[in-house]
């Protein structure tokens, strides 16, 4: 009897082990359902946002909503690379040819110069030729 008897209490405690063990795995998966559902809208929300953007970035611009500072900007550089084909291989200030171009007013215009003389030797048309000098690009 004293077998039967332990082999009985063996299995409540494995019982009673298994019920906790139950219960633990029962509060774990509300927590992670919970957790799901929380990941599952941040991620709906994020693809919504990135299509958002995505359309953004490839829808095409009608021409009304080419702002104007797109369209000095071309306009700028296309002056300043005339401007250099004229002066040949002289060596030209920013202010020199904000001054040519009659964009000398104020210090806005010059530095729109200045910055845009930047790029135009960033992508090699021109060089610079020293501290504020720039001269056509030497083939």
Do not use: C, W
């Amino acid at each position: 009897m004293v077998s039967a008897s332990r082999t009985a209490h063996s299995i409540e405690v494995t019982a009673e082990g298994l019920q906790e063990e139950l219960a633990r795995l029962h509060f774990q998966k509300q927590t992670l359902e919970r957790e799901l559902a929380a990941i599952v809208a941040h991620l709906g929300s994020v693809q919504r946002a990135l299509g958002a953007l995505e359309s953004a970035l490839v829808a095409p611009r009608s021409a009304e909503q080419v702002d104007e500072p797109d369209k000095q900007y071309g306009k700028l550089t296309e002056q300043i690379v005339a401007y250099f084909a004229k002066v040949g291989d002289a060596e030209v200030r920013a202010r020199e040819v904000a001054a040519a171009l009659g964009r000398d007013a104020d210090s806005g215009s010059i530095n729109a110069v200045r910055s845009t003389l930047d790029r135009l030797v960033a992508s090699s048309r021109i060089e610079r030729a020293g501290r504020g000098l720039y001269r056509t690009g030497r083939s």
